[in-house]
């Protein structure tokens, strides 16, 4: 399956058209969900607000399960801007993707490496950022040395491993969900009506299959954001 970005320079710097496209997609739908959501707040939510009040629950829970609220309570909306984000990043590619004289344009987001690992960036430097913060840069940088200095060298090379798994790990199941279902397509167009008969059936139960495997992501990557956040500001870890 053909997956040629539509790349252009500028100032020296190459720049994914397509990335650019679909991450200011994402962006603009999770405004959107955001604003409907908490245009008419009611003391008995339905509709949208009654989903995001939910979404708001489901993440509160991940951060109870890491740490103390009084500690995490201001996480709260760093997660739910993540999980929503992944979320319906994830979902863009499954309905159909778009090619246009030979180059990928519409597709998940998190189906490029460049996305989920600079995620990861973001997601570890904040936890750096709020550890110096909470702890003082003294306290935050004495916890590489316990319990024992010679620690630190494994513990450097730990934050390396969690920023490319966290990245890899979204970006793989991601990546090769679209893969297949590209090849089920190509089914349809190459081997005629009995192709795309054969491959209808395999191509909704992967889509299925797809949609319960992009929101498992966006939850592990939730998830990790919230362990590796209490490892940081939590007195305890």
């Not at 597709?107 to 702890?135: E, F, I, Q, R």
């Amino acid at each position: 399956m053909e997956h040629k970005a539509p790349l252009v320079e500028f100032l020296g710097l190459t720049f994914n058209l397509s990335d650019m496209l679909m991450i200011t997609i994402t962006s603009l739908i999770v405004f959107i969900i955001a604003v409907a959501a908490t245009r008419s707040l009611q003391l008995r939510p339905t509709g949208m607000q009654n989903f995001i009040e939910w979404v708001f629950d489901f993440v509160r829970g991940i951060i109870n399960s890491t740490m103390d609220w009084q500690t995490g309570g201001r996480f709260l909306t760093l997660g739910v801007t993540l999980i929503m984000y992944v979320f319906v990043a994830n979902m863009l590619g499954l309905p159909f993707s778009v090619h246009v004289n030979g180059e990928l344009w519409w597709k998940s987001p998190t189906a490029d490496a460049t996305v989920t690992l600079t995620l990861a960036v973001m997601v570890v430097a904040l936890t750096h950022y709020y550890g110096v913060k909470m702890k003082g840069a003294s306290e935050y940088l004495r916890d590489y040395t316990r319990p024992v200095a010679w620690l630190f060298p494994l513990k450097i090379i730990e934050e390396f491993a969690n920023t490319l798994t966290l990245g890899l790990r979204l970006f793989g199941n991601i990546y090769a969900g679209e893969i297949l279902l590209g090849l089920l397509a190509s089914l349809g167009t190459n081997y005629g009506v009995l192709g795309a008969i054969g491959a209808a059936i395999p191509m909704m139960v992967w889509q299925a299959f797809s949609i319960f495997v992009g929101s498992i992501q966006a939850f592990i990557f939730t998830m990790l954001t919230m362990v590796y956040m209490a490892h940081k500001v939590s007195h305890d870890h």
